[in-house]
């Protein structure tokens, strides 16, 4: 998951609820930063074909 920047919410709130249907916590990952952080610092992004 991807959250939106370190402000953000969304993310940790929906790795809780996968959790708590579940979802095995060792088959989660989380990048905090955001997609804007990600691309700053130069790693590999794609688009999908459509």
């Known amino acids: ?5 370190m ?3 969304q993310s940790p ?3 809780k609820n996968l959790l708590k249907f579940g979802y ?6 989380w990048y905090r930063g955001g997609m804007q952080s990600w ?3 130069g790693l590999s992004t794609a688009k ?3």
């Open 7 to 9: 402000w953000c919410g």
């Open 48 to 50: 999908p074909a459509g």
């Open 24 to 29: 095995p916590a060792h088959k989660i990952k």
């Open 39 to 41: 691309s700053n610092l």
């Open 1 to 5: 998951m991807f959250c939106n920047g």
């Open 13 to 15: 709130n929906n790795i």
